[in-house]
């Protein structure tokens, strides 16, 4: 089973075809976009996708990409016999994250196959796959796996990454990477949950930031401008100006 097993970039040109083999594609640098049966997702650093056998999909490869590729006969040993219960990770595509005990376990399948004698791979893949079925089998066939199916995005968390960032440049890109999604789809499914685009998101906390530091602090506006990724005083200014009317100068206006 060691040939089934590769490290491969994927072509930096749209592709398609079917093959009569399962596959499972992790990434392990860069990105890489796939539809699958029509269900679309970015296969990000320990991030994953699933493609059954027999099943048209398109891919390609994002800049520099490296991906570990498993290719799964339907009679592979890691799919039959006491591992039979593995074959319902492909009734259908799928999307996933790896957890950190999966990265770990990644991490020692790839430095294992680079040993000049090492574990059969046939075990290396039953592994990977049975850890797979118990993290991914309450949610194999469902929405959550794939990107076009209506699943919500996770804002709380999408939140949390910007206010960690406030002082950074940030793009819709960074935010979609954080969802596995691609960048139009992404902004696409942002929109239709929260009624306004990530752009707006992200101006909303900065703004608000921006607020709560000119009120409580007495940090001077250049200063804030900078903590909350406005690139001057001046442009803080004007975005506060639309955002709420008046120049955040005025929060600091002593009463008489």
Do not use: K
């Amino acid at each position: 089973m060691t040939d089934i097993i590769r490290l491969a970039p994927l072509d930096n040109a749209i592709q398609h075809h079917h093959h009569d083999y399962h596959q499972i594609v992790i990434g392990l640098s860069g990105y890489a976009e796939f539809e699958i049966a029509g269900q679309g997702g970015v296969v990000a650093p320990l991030s994953g996708c699933l493609v059954p056998a027999n099943i048209e999909h398109y891919y390609e490869g994002i800049g520099d990409n490296r991906q570990l590729i498993i290719d799964l006969p339907d009679d592979a040993s890691p799919l039959t016999g006491m591992n039979r219960s593995s074959r319902a990770l492909f009734d259908r595509p799928g999307y996933f994250s790896l957890d950190e005990s999966l990265q770990h376990y990644l991490q020692f399948l790839i430095n294992e196959m680079s040993q000049a004698s090492h574990a059969p791979g046939d075990l290396l893949v039953t592994t990977l796959l049975s850890s797979l079925r118990a993290r991914l089998g309450t949610t194999l066939g469902s929405p959550p796996l794939a990107r076009r199916s209506g699943r919500s995005l996770d804002v709380q968390r999408l939140e949390q990454f910007v206010l960690e960032r406030l002082d950074q440049r940030l793009s819709v890109s960074d935010l979609a990477r954080l969802a596995c999604l691609s960048e139009a789809h992404f902004a696409e499914r942002f929109r239709e949950q929260t009624g306004v685009t990530p752009y707006q998101f992200v101006m909303r906390l900065r703004l608000n930031r921006a607020r709560e530091l000119a009120m409580l602090s007495d940090m001077p506006l250049a200063d804030i401008a900078e903590r909350t990724g406005f690139a001057n005083q001046s442009a803080l200014s004007n975005a506060f100006r639309r955002r709420y009317g008046h120049p955040p100068m005025q929060l600091r206006r002593p009463s008489r």
